[in-house]
């Protein structure tokens, strides 16, 4: 059973760039998290998405974010036109039901130049 | 809206035990978790608790006092790999698990 997939690991972007992060959570789950986190600092909650719903975004930036689980494939959290402060790692994490123990994915670790 | 507070960091020699506190304020509390991330790694799960009182797990234990909004990690016999950031992070109803900003800890030997 594998975990939680997160790719690209690495991705670099210029200013005004998209990034896309994708996240394949683990077989059997359908809470699909996202987090970002900056060096020295702990997780900080993005958005809740179950499938093709999302549950809670209230953690995301109104603007340049979204996220997206359709029913077939990963969930998706797109970044528009970047900036050097989107910089971060992003972790997904997946969990089989509400307030489950959820697992993480190794992260995406964004970078802005 | 949630608050959760533990210490920036912790320095600890081998051997020794480690208690790492954490407090919150919540609504709709639905359990409490500790994960622990190596630098550069993924948080992986170390407890849970949703019920006062001790949950033990080899080296590690929790304590959880829901009338408190207090917690606990406990870490034994400490080794060097145990060195890392803990994160305690609170379950709500609704949404996902919130964290706090987590307590890296220093093993020396």
């Known amino acids: 059973n594998a975990g939680v997939m997160q790719n690209p690991r690495h991705l670099v972007r210029r200013r005004g760039q998209e990034a896309r992060l994708r996240c394949s959570p683990m077989?059997?789950?359908?809470?699909v998290y996202w987090y970002r986190q900056l060096p020295e600092e702990g997780l900080k909650f993005m958005v809740y998405?179950?499938?093709?719903?999302?549950?809670?975004e209230s953690g995301m930036p109104k603007e340049r974010f979204s996220a997206e689980f359709p029913k077939e494939g990963p969930s998706i959290l797109r970044i528009q036109q970047v900036v050097r402060g989107d910089s971060a790692a992003y972790f997904c994490?997946?969990?089989?039901?509400?307030?489950?123990?959820?697992?993480f994915g190794q992260g995406t670790r964004l970078t802005v130049v | 809206g949630q608050n959760i507070d533990q210490p920036t960091e912790m320095t600890a020699t081998e051997g020794a035990i480690v208690q790492i506190n954490c407090t919150y304020q919540?609504?709709?509390?639905?359990?409490l978790f500790w994960y622990q991330q190596h630098a550069g790694e993924a948080p992986t799960f170390l407890s849970y608790?949703?019920?006062?009182g001790l949950e033990e797990k080899g080296r590690f234990s929790s304590f959880l006092s829901r009338s408190k909004g207090y917690s606990y990690l406990l870490l034994k016999e400490l080794q060097m790999k145990d060195s890392a950031s803990y994160l305690c992070?609170?379950?709500?109803?609704?949404?996902?698990?919130?964290f706090g900003k987590g307590t890296t800890l220093s093993v020396s030997s």
């Open positions: 919540t609504s709709g509390f639905n359990g």
């Open positions: 608790n949703v019920l006062d």
């Open positions: 998405l179950q499938k093709e719903n999302i549950i809670d």
């Open positions: 994490a997946s969990s089989p039901r509400e307030s489950a123990e959820a697992f």
């Open positions: 077989k059997g789950h359908s809470h």
């Open positions: 992070a609170v379950s709500q109803a609704g949404t996902a698990l919130i």
